[in-house]
């Protein structure tokens, strides 16, 4: 199997200095998935749905969706709504990877249906040391279900 037919993680980040310590941390974890990203909740749905830039994307859903909260236009908690009210998106794993400790953001991921919530580690090496994690079981242990 080549890189172009495994399954994108998908990030969706509007900073661009997180994004690319983030994909500087899944890079250091060796993953062969490639990393797609997109910076606010509107391009992420529409990467999701292949619409506008994306319709030629293809049918291959990200293995994962690293998902910030907070970003212009839609934000990531509205983003992982609309993600699990709809049947051909419910089932992609989402991890909101931010730096919010608001309780209600906290209390509003896991009700939406969050598969990990992660507080972005101030220090460096901490986040590098929890993306790369994360890239890890999502990327390489995690099997999707058995779309039957």
Known sequence: MNKRDLRPILL????????EMTMDALAD?????PVVHV?????CLDYLQGRGAWADRGHIDPV???????????????VLKR?????HLRHIPVVILSSSREESD????W??????YVIKPVDVEQFFAAVRALGRFWAVFNQPADSD
């Open 12 to 19: 969706v980040e509007d900073s661009q200095a997180d994004a």
């Open 29 to 33: 974890a060796h993953l062969a998935n």
């Open 39 to 43: 910076e606010d909740g509107v391009d």
């Open 64 to 78: 994962v969706v690293l998902l910030d909260i907070k970003m212009p236009r839609m934000d990531g908690l509205e």
């Open 83 to 87: 993600m699990r009210q709809d049947e």
């Open 106 to 109: 906290l209390a509003r991921g």
């Open 111 to 116: 009700d939406l249906g969050v598969n990990a």
